[in-house]
């Protein structure tokens, strides 16, 4: 007991209580700046979750509107030369349909192809297959056919499994078919109208804003739209290069389909880094089971050579410094738009990045005065977050 007192005698005592913080409620200021960005970020996480609440049911309108502004920013360059000598509603209907005959001759293109070499293809593809099999029994790793028949039906299962909920995805996300029909009407409406009359639709948005704005507002909507039609041309030549180069091989090498496998790789390539890739992977396998072994593996490899030529040649030539996203970040906007919303997600994502990335440029960068001098840097706290 005696000794429990003395250890008590030798605690020090405390230090008075600091002086509380010269703030209105007493509160740290670091604490009342991480309180700050605290409830501001849970408010727009609330807004953003109000407005996917709110475009969930119109998003087979926003799909067709996006589409229609991805067509227009492809044909606008086409459509602004042939304006030159031409009334401009001339130029717009030629250029949409050369465009609409484009797309049905090659989708004609690939169905007749297809058709064509089916039956080769499908006797190589199970030729393939059974070799296949026989490599698993008699090779390295020595599967036994009960192995290989459990395996048979996890992929079947898997497949049935995944069949359904990509069939519901695609018709909760469609919708009716009124409301595709209608949609589509309005999408092709716009595209219309956007090539004929693209300075008289911008007044008539500016003039909607406030009047103290309407200069920034004004100037922000253009360098975002040239920082996404700009992204979506380069985006169409890298996906030329890449099909052509990827044709040009399979032609060589002799793998059946090889021009609709290109066209596969060239709509592959707007999903940026990821989707040529998996493209490509689909001719390694047709190449695998038609070829042998050793022409899989050379498309495969064919997959590192132009992914490296994509990423260090391709997109930093054609693409410059107009639209310089990073590399990570075109991945991450991928991703997240493949996350929420699936394959569309993924394709509409990175050009939307591009423009608003344009537009945050420019509202973060210097401010122009209006005294003539030279533009200065954005005080603190102006444009900025």
Known sequence: MGRSRSTEDHIPPRPPLPAPFDTPDHVSPAFRRIGGYAWRIAAIGVVLWGLLLLITPLQTLILALFFALLVAAWLMPLVNLLAKSTPRWLAAVISLVTFAAAVAVVVTFIGLQTVSQWEGISAAFNQGVSDLQTWLREGPLQITDAQLTSIYIQVEDFIRSSGGDIALGVLSGVGSV????????????????????????????VRWMPARNREVIGQTVRIAWRGFSQYSQGLVLVAITNATLVTIVLLIMGVPLAIPLGIIVFFGAFIPYIGAPIAMLLAAFVALVTDGPLAGALVIALIFVIGQLEGNVLQPLIMGQTVNLHPVAIVLVTATGAAYFGLIGALIGVPLAAGVYGAMRYLSGPVRMDDGSPPQPAPPGEGTF
């Open 178 to 205: 009124l409301g595709v029909g209608t949609a589509l009407a309005a999408g092709v409406f716009i595209l219309i109208f956007v090539l004929i009359q693209p300075r008289e639709i911008f007044g008539w948005f």
